[in-house]
């Protein structure tokens, strides 16, 4: 089955800083990855997601790039700000009906920003 | 306003007790799920549903049972709580159908003391 590895597990920033945090994927039938943001003591929520026909995708601040080739894909934060702070989850679908539609979610990042 | 509703938010309960957590959502979604998380750590996802009368066991073993007679409601029970069981329990929803997947959206969580 799917496996989803995350890196790093911590990251500590100065705000205005860029954090970069990184995912692997083991099947290259996965075809869905989204990014949670998951702030203490609340609910993880969907900042932002890529599908397997798009390379990059930006919001505002925040961008994620897909390599299919290597099986990576990547979350960029840049300007960080101190509301940045919080528990970032990759995960990865393979879509459609059965289990395969399922979220397989990484171990997540604490991510830091200091002022 | 379309959300997802967990209750209780906090429980503290003794070993031997039976409990029922409780999930409900009026995002109008078919497929629900539950995790269980502790603190800012890895998502377990335990139990998923792709609509009524369909119930599935997730990636880890959990002692709990789940049951699906709404389409809105998906309540998780535990028949006889332990220490071990001590976590936070979130349950989640998405649409279901055979495209590339669909995002995930959670509620607010139960978190689980058994002494």
């Known amino acids: 089955g799917e496996n989803v590895e995350q890196h790093p597990s911590t990251l500590s920033v100065q705000e205005g800083d860029s954090a970069v945090i990184k995912c692997t994927y083991s099947d290259s039938a996965s075809n869905y990855f989204p990014w949670y943001k998951q702030e203490l003591g609340k609910r993880p929520q969907l900042i932002i997601d890529?599908?397997?026909?798009?390379g990059e995708k930006k919001d505002q601040r925040i961008a994620v790039t897909l390599n299919k080739t290597a099986k990576h894909f990547s979350l960029h934060i840049t300007e960080t700000q101190p509301e940045d702070s919080a528990v970032y989850f990759c995960?990865?679908?393979?879509?459609?009906?059965?289990?395969?539609?399922?979220?397989?979610f990484g171990k997540g990042t604490k991510l830091s920003v200091k002022p | 306003e379309a959300d997802i509703y967990q209750t209780p938010r906090y429980l503290v309960i003794g070993t031997g007790k039976k409990i029922t957590l409780e999930c409900s959502q009026t995002?109008?979604?078919?497929?629900m799920y539950w995790y269980q998380q502790d603190p800012g750590m890895e998502l377990h996802l335990i139990h998923y549903?792709?609509?009524?009368?369909?119930?599935e066991k997730g990636d880890l073993s959990s002692e709990s049972t789940v049951s699906r007679i709404r389409t809105e409601h998906f309540p998780l029970t535990l028949e006889s709580a332990r220490p071990s069981h001590t976590s936070q329990y979130l349950c989640?929803?998405?649409?279901?159908?055979?495209?590339?997947?669909?995002?995930?959206?959670f509620g607010p969580g139960t978190r689980l003391t058994v002494t």
């Open positions: 995960a990865a679908s393979m879509g459609g009906g059965g289990s395969q539609g399922n979220l397989i």
């Open positions: 989640a929803s998405s649409e279901y159908g055979q495209r590339p997947s669909y995002e995930q959206y």
């Open positions: 549903s792709y609509g009524v009368n369909s119930t």
């Open positions: 890529i599908r397997s026909n798009v």
């Open positions: 995002m109008g979604h078919d497929k």
